[in-house]
């Protein structure tokens, strides 16, 4: 039974965690939104600054992939 | 899984197809025994080989198709490399070309049904995420001597701040390797279940079998996508942290 209640909790907070994700989200789409509107003001100046959207985007990314960790951790390790 | 079985047989077991097994039947995995994931691992290394290698031997002044590929990527790393690291960072270019080529043809084979995918395997990426580490971090050192501590003392900071930022900077400078691998291995790993739970969805429905299909086939455009931008996000931010290495004081 105390396991139960235990793996209940484990399992709850991983599907909590994966709302970190909509974070993730939310600042993934930021960078691009806010890239494509710097690219269509200046269009010349858009090419050489793709790789640190990607950096950027990287960056985001990675905070939403901790909230992942998180969930496969408390799925698997705990 | 009994519960399963009793609502009508809705099996998915989307990360069945991560399971690690022996080529040569058995259960039991050494370090030398041949698995799944490293017959795909040395199918990558042959693709590689085969575009790289057999694919430029002509060295043709007027590129073959398979040539022209392999210098379009030689090109694209290299102005990679050239961009972000620096002038004195394309020394390293073999590395992080290395490091692009083998993560492209991992991912993209792994895209093939039934194939396995050797990049969605958090062990396989972190092994090529803490080699960067290390070698960054050895590189900045012998580079730049004790001068490599100034990367976490930010000197365009008001000297209050600096503190706090140095404490966040070592955080996230040894929090890298983690993100790094689980980047790619999350990428990889969440694309392909979700592929197999859609196609979970498309052996039960009958006729109806064809939206999922339909979505199969749109997460697997995506998926063509998430290999390759992965596999530049890995390299270029393997040129963003030997930058760091080489030019610590920002």
């Known amino acids: ?78 | 899984m009994a519960s399963d079985q009793a609502t009508g047989g809705l099996q998915i077991h989307p990360m069945d197809q991560f399971i690690v097994k022996p080529l040569f039947g058995g259960d039991a995995i050494h370090w030398y025994t041949p698995t799944n994931v490293t017959l795909w691992m040395a199918l990558a290394v042959v693709c590689v080989v085969l575009l790289l290698v057999i694919g430029t031997r002509g060295r043709a002044l007027v590129p073959s198709r398979v040539q022209s590929i392999a210098e379009l990527a030689y090109g694209f790393v290299y102005k990679m490399v050239e961009d972000v690291s620096g002038k004195d960072g394309v020394k390293y270019f073999p590395y992080i070309m290395t490091l692009f080529i083998f993560i492209v043809f991992a991912n993209f084979l792994g895209l093939i049904p039934m194939a396995f995918t050797t990049t969605s395997h958090i062990a396989v990426t972190a092994t090529m995420a803490l080699a960067v580490f290390f070698f960054v971090t050895i590189l900045g050192v012998v580079k730049n001597g004790i001068g490599f501590l100034s990367l976490f003392w930010i000197s365009a900071a008001p000297l209050v701040l600096r503190p706090i930022l140095a404490i966040i900077e070592i955080i996230s400078y040894f929090v890298r390797p983690v993100s790094h691998s689980i980047r790619l291995a999350g990428n990889m790993m969440a694309g392909h279940a979700v592929i197999k739970v859609f196609a979970g969805f498309a052996g039960v429905l009958g006729v109806g079998a064809v939206f999922p299909l339909a979505a199969i086939t749109a997460v697997y455009a995506l998926e063509v996508l998430v290999s390759f931008i992965q596999a530049y996000v890995f390299a270029i931010l393997t040129c963003v942290y030997l930058r760091d290495a080489l030019h610590p004081n920002h």
Request: proline share 1%.
């Open chain 1, 1 to 78: 039974m105390e396991g139960d209640i235990v793996q209940m909790g484990a399992y709850i907070g991983a599907g909590l965690a994966c709302t970190g994700m909509g974070g993730a989200a939310v600042g993934v789409g930021h960078v691009v939104g806010n890239y494509i509107s710097g690219a269509l003001r200046n269009p010349s100046a858009a090419a050489s600054q793709t790789a640190t959207m990607f950096i950027g985007i990287a960056f985001a990314e990675a905070l939403g992939i901790f909230s992942f960790l998180v969930a496969l951790l408390l799925m698997f390790a705990v």
